[in-house]
């Protein structure tokens, strides 16, 4: 292949993107052509690229791959960061700056016309952002992790909360900021932060942050922070696919997530539009993993068995099936679609629940194939909360019960794992048992249950006589009453082993979480405070999952009013969002009576409906 490194690809406010281009020099142009827009530095191997048997590919070897089977490879820095110009602010150029690179590599005499657009996690974001402005040759995609469906409610924010992902993201990417880069001084005094004790001293403000060294990060990072309500800035293109859905580019689409990634909800969003709007093939592929994490079959603590890999089970490998996608939708060959069907999801659980060689519980799992999600023969199902802490398929039969709890701001109930990512050095995200670790941020570390904490409400079933599967979306309806102005309310499924040899108290595996600021309960544009003593209903919308609760399991949910350090923590003042000068204690009740009867409602998958996938 011949190599041209660093191009100058020029935007429309006169700012240059840093371009590799690698073309194939094995055949006569002009060729189908393959990009990769990223922030990550388009010199270095991709983490997405990280094989089952160990190899890290690098952007050379994948750009070989491409270029003997006639592709133009092309990977891009975006804006502001490593060798392209100009001032990096987080996802809001890209719809443009995606559109522009697109346009200018139509024009070029070895490009036909025909590209497609690959990547992880950021590099998927770039590629929805400027799928949504319609740009010139866009004709297939490879959406992995990423792409926001409607950044607002999954991704910078999340039922109003914030997601504190976006703070330990920021603080580790100013260390890789053209300004860090060029004065060691700058990223000696990041590096110096002790981001723990940052994370203790929330919310931050400007000049009170570990990222004040680098204005421009801290800035872009607040002014996401404060904006609660869901205003313009939150309808750029870049972030909000959801309001472009009708005019998107009628071309084939390949969806990665996982179960515990960060991005299910925007995954399976924008899956479903595209499937909606769209007459082109859509597949989806929902693996157990953390974001990315396609070839590691554990998340967290959890073992989900030798078939949870990608490689081997999927596809032969990830680059050899992206490699047969941009085959089938960008070469004008008559190549037969793949026999397999378009859905392939992991349906978690089923394992022995011992441990295995590595300290993890054995959860287990296997792929089901699938012409559609959620899958066919789904069904809705609620249970209902009492006030005995059960939860019951029957509605409450009393008059008035409930139960109340003590929210407070400066002991907030800890993360324990989940869908999420970018945490790292504070939190993980991933199946844990839900005990209070040393080793987890925010905890008493006494290993005692999360459950015990006063400031928790558990609510399970006896134990289950049949195996139950709960596949698709779910939702809690809470009927609440809090003496505060504004306070959050959070809900956790929870996989409750019973106790066995190997973990004599049983083992409480996470499953999904979801988080509901009360001000945005009926509205996301225009929040209303709470008034004390009134009963109102709030929904939260966890993420959608796929697990098999076995026969002798429980199956458990907890409410509680913080889920930290996932989520800023609520002060239940109702001061404007990232502000916390007023926290209040605030005493939160939970209504589960006959006229207000809150409840779970999940998706279930019946025995017979599973025999057939």
Same mark, same amino acid.
């Given at each position: 292949?011949?190599i041209?490194?660093?191009?100058?690809?020029? $935007?429309?406010d006169?700012?240059?993107?840093?371009?590799?281009?690698?073309?194939?020099?094995?055949?006569?142009?002009?060729f189908?052509?393959?990009i990769?827009?990223?922030?990550?530095?388009?010199?270095?191997?991709?983490?997405?690229?990280?094989?089952?048997?160990?190899?890290?590919i690098?952007?050379?070897?994948?750009?070989?791959?491409?270029?003997?089977?006639?592709?133009?490879?092309i990977?891009?820095?975006?804006?502001?960061?490593?060798?392209?110009? *100009?001032?990096?602010?987080?996802?809001?150029?890209? *719809?443009?700056?995606?559109?522009?690179?697109?346009?200018?590599?139509?024009?070029?005499?070895?490009?036909? @016309?025909?590209?497609?657009?690959?990547?992880?996690? %950021?590099?998927?974001?770039?590629?929805?952002? $400027?799928?949504?402005?319609?740009?010139?040759?866009?004709?297939? $995609?490879?959406?992995?992790?990423?792409g926001?469906?409607?950044?607002?409610?999954?991704?910078?924010?999340?039922?109003?909360?914030?997601?504190?992902?976006?703070?330990?993201?920021?603080?580790?990417?100013a260390?890789?900021?053209?300004?860090?880069?060029?004065? #060691?001084?700058?990223?000696?005094?990041?590096?110096?932060?002790?981001?723990?004790?940052w994370f203790a001293?929330? +919310?931050?403000?400007?000049?009170?942050? =570990?990222?004040?060294?680098?204005?421009?990060?801290?800035? %872009?990072?607040?002014?996401?922070?404060?904006?609660?309500?869901?205003?313009?800035y939150?309808?750029?293109?870049?972030? %909000?696919?959801?309001?472009?859905?009708?005019?998107?580019?009628?071309?084939?689409?390949?969806?990665?997530s996982?179960? &515990?990634?960060? &991005?299910?909800?925007?995954?399976?969003?924008? &899956?479903?539009?595209?499937?909606r709007?769209?007459?082109? +093939?859509?597949?989806?592929?929902?693996?157990?993993w953390?974001?990315?994490?396609?070839?590691?079959?554990?998340?967290?603590?959890?073992e989900? @068995?030798?078939?949870?890999?990608?490689?081997?089970?999927?596809?032969?490998?990830?680059?050899?099936?992206?490699?047969?996608?941009?085959?089938?939708?960008?070469?004008?060959?008559?190549?037969?679609?793949?026999? !397999?069907? =378009?859905?392939?999801?992991?349906?978690?659980?089923?394992?022995?629940?011992t441990?295995?060689?590595?300290?993890?519980?054995?959860? @287990?799992?296997?792929?089901?194939?699938?012409?559609?999600?959620?899958?066919?023969?789904?069904?809705?199902?609620?249970?209902?909360?009492?006030?005995?802490?059960?939860? !019951? +398929?029957?509605? #409450?039969?009393?008059r008035?019960?409930?139960?109340? &709890?003590?929210?407070?701001?400066?002991?907030?109930?800890?993360?324990?794992?989940g869908?999420?990512?970018? *945490?790292?050095?504070v939190?993980?995200? *991933?199946?844990?048992?839900?005990?209070?670790?040393?080793?987890?941020?925010?905890?008493r570390?006494n290993?005692?249950?999360?459950?015990?904490?006063?400031?928790v409400?558990?609510?399970?079933? =006896?134990?289950l006589?049949?195996?139950?599967?709960?596949?698709?979306?779910?939702?809690?309806?809470?009927?609440?009453?809090?003496?505060?102005?504004?306070?959050?309310?959070?809900?956790k499924?929870?996989?409750?082993?019973?106790?066995?040899?190997? %973990?004599?108290?049983?083992?409480?595996?996470?499953?999904?979480?979801?988080i509901r600021?009360?001000r945005?309960?009926d509205?996301?544009e225009? +929040?209303?405070?709470?008034?004390?003593?009134?009963?109102?209903?709030?929904?939260?919308?966890?993420?959608?999952?796929?697990?098999?609760?076995?026969?002798?399991?429980?199956?458990?949910?907890?409410?509680?009013?913080?889920?930290?350090?996932?989520?800023?923590?609520?002060?239940?003042?109702?001061?404007?969002?990232?502000?916390?000068?007023?926290?209040?204690?605030?005493?939160?009740?939970?209504?589960?009576?006959?006229?207000?009867?809150?409840?779970?409602?999940?998706?279930?998958?019946?025995?017979?409906?599973?025999?057939?996938?």
């Amino acid at each position: 292949m011949h190599i041209l490194r660093d191009q100058s690809v020029p $935007m429309r406010d006169g700012v240059h993107l840093a371009t590799d281009i690698y073309l194939p020099t094995n055949a006569e142009g002009p060729f189908p052509v393959v990009i990769e827009r990223t922030p990550y530095d388009k010199s270095k191997p991709s983490r997405s690229e990280k094989q089952l048997d160990g190899q890290h590919i690098s952007r050379e070897a994948m750009a070989a791959r491409f270029t003997e089977q006639g592709f133009v490879a092309i990977f891009q820095d975006c804006r502001g960061r490593y060798a392209s110009e *100009g001032v990096f602010t987080k996802y809001t150029a890209e *719809g443009e700056d995606g559109f522009d690179t697109l346009a200018w590599i139509v024009d070029q005499t070895w490009s036909n @016309g025909k590209i497609g657009s690959m990547g992880l996690s %950021y590099a998927a974001h770039t590629q929805l952002a $400027m799928a949504c402005l319609h740009p010139p040759g866009l004709s297939s $995609m490879v959406l992995d992790s990423g792409g926001f469906s409607n950044a607002f409610q999954c991704g910078i924010r999340q039922g109003g909360a914030f997601e504190l992902k976006q703070a330990t993201w920021a603080w580790r990417q100013a260390k890789e900021s053209p300004a860090a880069l060029a004065d #060691p001084q700058i990223r000696d005094a990041l590096e110096q932060e002790d981001i723990h004790q940052w994370f203790a001293r929330m +919310p931050w403000q400007p000049g009170q942050s =570990p990222i004040r060294h680098v204005p421009e990060y801290e800035a %872009y990072l607040l002014e996401q922070w404060a904006q609660g309500s869901f205003s313009d800035y939150w309808r750029k293109p870049g972030i %909000y696919a959801e309001g472009h859905y009708a005019d998107l580019p009628d071309i084939p689409v390949l969806f990665m997530s996982s179960w &515990y990634d960060a &991005y299910v909800s925007s995954t399976l969003a924008n &899956y479903s539009a595209f499937k909606r709007h769209n007459s082109a +093939p859509q597949h989806l592929i929902m693996g157990p993993w953390l974001h990315g994490d396609r070839n590691i079959s554990h998340s967290g603590d959890v073992e989900f @068995g030798a078939t949870a890999p990608f490689d081997g089970q999927v596809a032969e490998d990830w680059l050899t099936c992206r490699l047969q996608w941009f085959e089938r939708s960008l070469k004008d060959t008559s190549q037969v679609a793949p026999a !397999s069907a =378009p859905v392939k999801v992991f349906l978690m659980g089923g394992g022995d629940g011992t441990t295995d060689e590595n300290g993890r519980l054995q959860h @287990g799992g296997r792929w089901l194939h699938s012409q559609q999600w959620p899958l066919p023969g789904s069904e809705a199902m609620s249970l209902y909360l009492d006030h005995n802490r059960r939860l !019951s +398929p029957t509605p #409450p039969g009393v008059r008035e019960a409930t139960l109340s &709890y003590r929210a407070d701001p400066d002991n907030p109930v800890p993360t324990l794992g989940g869908a999420l990512t970018s *945490g790292a050095p504070v939190f993980v995200g *991933g199946a844990f048992d839900q005990r209070e670790r040393p080793d987890f941020f925010g905890t008493r570390g006494n290993n005692r249950p999360l459950a015990e904490r006063a400031d928790v409400l558990s609510f399970q079933t =006896p134990p289950l006589t049949e195996d139950l599967i709960i596949a698709g979306p779910l939702q809690i309806e809470l009927w609440i009453e809090s003496d505060a102005p504004d306070t959050d309310f959070t809900a956790k499924l929870v996989d409750v082993y019973p106790p066995s040899a190997d %973990y004599p108290e049983g083992y409480a595996m996470n499953i999904t979480d979801g988080i509901r600021r009360c001000r945005y309960r009926d509205s996301w544009e225009t +929040p209303q405070p709470l008034t004390p003593g009134k009963r109102v209903k709030v929904v939260i919308e966890p993420f959608a999952t796929c697990n098999l609760f076995k026969r002798g399991h429980r199956l458990r949910l907890d409410i509680a009013s913080s889920n930290f350090p996932h989520f800023d923590v609520n002060p239940n003042s109702g001061e404007p969002e990232g502000q916390a000068r007023h926290k209040q204690i605030a005493t939160n009740t939970v209504y589960m009576c006959e006229d207000f009867a809150s409840r779970l409602v999940l998706t279930v998958l019946p025995a017979n409906a599973l025999a057939s996938l």
